[in-house]
């Protein structure tokens, strides 16, 4: 495509260089934002204007979601392209970058090439909200707080139990991140005097919550045992029923991808104590093991989801 013909862009701060996370809430503010496009409304750069990444902060990204050969990453909002492209040369990812600016989706197809990695990393001129991100295993962002609160539903709903996550600066409304980490970056500072950023990451929880009916050793207290399990994104808490004896209650369990972990209160041989059940969530179906000080109640389990 010859880059004359594309689309005039009217972006108040069009390719302005900010460093931080203040600073990209104050340019999104302003809502001098939308693209003009010949003979049509103009596209709204609703996720904030365009802020590159720098290149230390795009190392932490990639590292935080421990990215390999086998993952598709996508960045909603890509920019120059720079995390897609980075994921291709570095780990061989495929990706998909989109962004609602057709000339930063031009440059970022032609770094891709240039990098040599046009053939696992493709860029689209595409609004986030149009952007199926149901295949990604790895999702990056630096977008605007409002935005990442839009997403968060809709994320939660189309990624697969166990994608990744990982955010620039900006963290959900009430998904609080699994990890998050900041560091120094100078450069920020030169543009406005913050020299940190936070790289943020979350693994999307499986759904565990509901109720489900146990399969443990017989003498463990838990055979057959119904458990309710409440959860509230990547954190369990519950109650546990079994079929003789008082229903306990328990918390600070967790999910992590397809993985639940949690620990509940069990009186086996006439003794009482906690056994810990770690297992995968497959469906309907969790399978796992109990480790219990009570040696009766240690072994394997299966739960049924009944609700
Ligand atoms: C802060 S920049 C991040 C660029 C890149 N992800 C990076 O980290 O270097 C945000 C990008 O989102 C794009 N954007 C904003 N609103 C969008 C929307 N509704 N749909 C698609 N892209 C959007 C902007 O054009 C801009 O390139």
Redesign the pocket.
């Known amino acids: 495509m010859n880059r004359a013909s594309l689309p005039r862009i009217a972006?108040r701060s069009r390719r302005r260089w900010?460093g931080s996370a203040a600073a990209?809430c104050a340019v999104g503010a302003s809502r001098g934002?939308a693209?003009a496009q010949p003979g049509s409304a103009p596209?709204?750069?609703?996720?904030?204007?365009?802020?590159?990444?720098p290149w230390p902060?795009?190392d932490h990204?990639l590292r935080m979601a421990n990215i390999e050969a086998r993952d598709v990453v996508m960045?909603?909002?890509?920019?120059?392209?720079?995390?897609v492209i980075e994921a291709a040369k570095r780990h061989g990812a495929r990706g998909l970058?989109?962004?609602?600016?057709p000339e930063?989706v031009h440059l970022a197809t032609a770094g891709a090439a240039r990098e040599k990695v046009g053939h696992l990393a493709r860029f689209e001129?595409?609004?986030?909200?149009?952007?199926d991100v149901s295949e990604a295993t790895v999702l990056?962002?630096?977008?605007?707080p409002e935005?990442m609160a839009r997403l968060q539903p809709r994320l939660l709903s189309m990624l697969r139990p166990g994608a990744r996550i990982v955010s620039?600066d900006y963290m959900f409304r009430e998904w609080r991140p699994d990890t998050q980490f900041s560091f120094d970056v100078p450069e920020k500072k030169a543009i406005n005097g913050v020299p940190s950023a936070t790289v943020l990451l979350w693994v999307v929880p499986a759904r565990a919550g509901g109720r489900w009916r146990l399969s443990a050793p017989a003498g463990s207290g838990l055979d057959r045992a119904e458990l309710d399990l409440r959860q509230s994104f990547q954190w369990l808490s519950g109650q546990v029923r079994p079929v003789r004896g008082v229903a306990g209650e328990f918390d600070g369990g967790t999910v992590r991808g397809v993985e639940v972990r949690f620990s509940v209160p069990v009186e086996s041989a006439g003794r009482r104590g906690r056994a810990i059940l770690s297992g995968r969530v497959e469906g309907d179906r969790i399978e796992g093991r109990i480790e219990s000080a009570l040696s009766a109640a240690a072994g394997r389990f299966e739960a049924q989801r009944l609700a």
């Not at 970058?97 to 600016?101: E, M, T, W």
């Open positions: 972006v900010l990209l934002v693209i596209l709204e750069r609703t996720g904030g204007p365009y802020v590159p990444t902060v795009v990204m960045d909603l909002g890509c920019g120059d392209g720079r995390l970058g989109i962004d609602i600016d930063l001129v595409r609004d986030i909200f149009a952007t990056t962002l630096y977008l605007l935005m620039h």
